[in-house]
């Protein structure tokens, strides 16, 4: 059975940085395609960023240039490094995972809760 | 980036048939992307419901089904059960190889 935990949000100040990770288990992040989609309160879903198996890189422009995707291969986690935070950044943050490139994402975290604000 | 635009709601009484569209472009879904579908309960992570245009997980059940036309999309619920009360997402890819959601369908059973 596949798990994906996430961990690293809370209330961080407007220019903050906060990094979230995503421990899985059953998968192996490095072969799988994974993805970070945000859902603001009482929002939809907005994709933010993902990492193909190969290892090339992608984000929405809504985070372009303060968000980064990345994989820790050992610890078999994803993380997503967040700076120059802004109000509109608070969301619900989940890990989600797909068995190849643009597969459909079977695997998803509980969430993790980022607020921006002062 | 591309942009999935879906109705904001749609409602339908027990037993009737809904259609949720998803209407893309030429960098999306008429480039040829997969097309999924999501339903979310409330307080809970989005679960797969349809993946490319249309083949259903196991257990999901065969009322639920997916269709492509050029740059759309759409999602048909057959039998409609009090159940599928549900928030609805469409999600492709488009030539930049970025992801896209569409903005989510509120279905109501009346």
């Known amino acids: 059975e596949v798990q994906l935990v996430e961990s690293g949000g809370g209330l961080i100040q407007p220019g903050g940085s906060l990094r979230l990770s995503c421990a899985a288990s059953?998968?192996?992040?490095?072969?799988?395609?994974m993805n970070w989609v945000r859902q603001a309160p009482g929002k939809g879903l907005e994709w933010v960023s993902l990492v193909y198996t190969a290892g090339s890189r992608y984000y929405a422009d809504s985070v372009k240039g303060r968000f980064t995707i990345s994989r820790d291969n050992g610890k078999n986690t994803l993380t997503l490094q967040m700076d120059s935070l802004r109000a509109e950044d608070t969301a619900l943050y989940y890990c989600?995972?797909?068995?190849?490139?643009?597969?459909?994402?079977?695997?998803w975290g509980q969430g993790i809760l980022v607020t921006v604000s002062s | 980036q591309s942009v999935l635009t879906q109705p904001p709601s749609v409602s339908g009484a027990p037993g009737q048939r809904v259609t949720i569209s998803c209407t893309g472009s030429?960098?999306?879904?008429?480039?040829?992307?997969?097309v999924h579908w999501y339903q979310q309960l409330p307080g809970t992570a989005p679960k797969v419901l349809i993946y490319?245009?249309?083949n259903r997980p196991s257990g999901v059940p065969d009322r639920f089904s997916g269709s492509k036309s050029g740059t759309s999309a759409s999602l048909a619920i057959t039998g409609l059960q009090a159940e599928d009360e549900a928030d609805y997402y469409c999600q492709s890819y488009d030539t930049s190889l970025s992801a896209v959601f569409g903005g989510g369908t509120k279905l109501t059973v009346l």
């Open positions: 030429s960098s999306d879904i008429g480039a040829g992307f997969d």
């Open positions: 490319g245009f249309n």
């Open positions: 989600a995972g797909g068995d190849y490139d643009r597969a459909p994402l079977d695997y």
């Open positions: 059953g998968l192996t992040v490095s072969h799988s395609f």
